[in-house]
């Protein structure tokens, strides 16, 4: 059974840190592009960072450059969100999603396989 879940979500004060886990089952990861996004109340889900599965290429969202790095240990079929520097705006569910083949798009309907999300919330 394909399974990707997420977790490390939590409640965390401005300026400090999470680490949120994507954790894949029923496939080998090293063959997909891992994205990360996020949905917070009344907006669209966006691209917040993606790593390809063939050269450890990355992409980051303007909003999160600088503050956010993804990594992912095929050996563990996990990749890892490092989120440092947190503001309130970065409140949202955030989702890792897996996208078969080499190549990073951030466009969500082309991802084959989604975990169920975990809830990030920023605020003192």
């Known amino acids: 059974q394909v399974q990707l879940v997420e977790s490390g979500g939590g409640l965390v004060q401005p300026g400090g840190s999470l680490r949120v886990s994507c954790a894949a089952s029923?496939?080998?990861?090293?063959?997909?592009?891992i994205g990360w996004f996020r949905q917070a109340p009344g907006k669209e889900r966006e691209g917040v960072s993606c790593i390809s599965s063939s050269d450890g290429s990355t992409y980051y969202a303007d909003s999160v450059k600088g503050r956010f790095t993804i990594s992912r240990d095929n050996a563990k079929n996990t990749v890892y969100l490092q989120m440092d520097s947190l503001k309130p705006e970065d409140t949202a569910v955030y989702y890792c999603?897996?996208?078969?083949?080499?190549?990073?798009?951030?466009?969500?309907?082309?991802?084959?396989?989604w975990g169920q999300g975990t809830q990030v919330t920023v605020s003192s």
């Open positions: 999603a897996a996208l078969f083949g080499p190549l990073i798009v951030v466009v969500p309907d082309e991802y084959d396989y």
């Open positions: 029923g496939f080998t990861l090293g063959y997909y592009v």
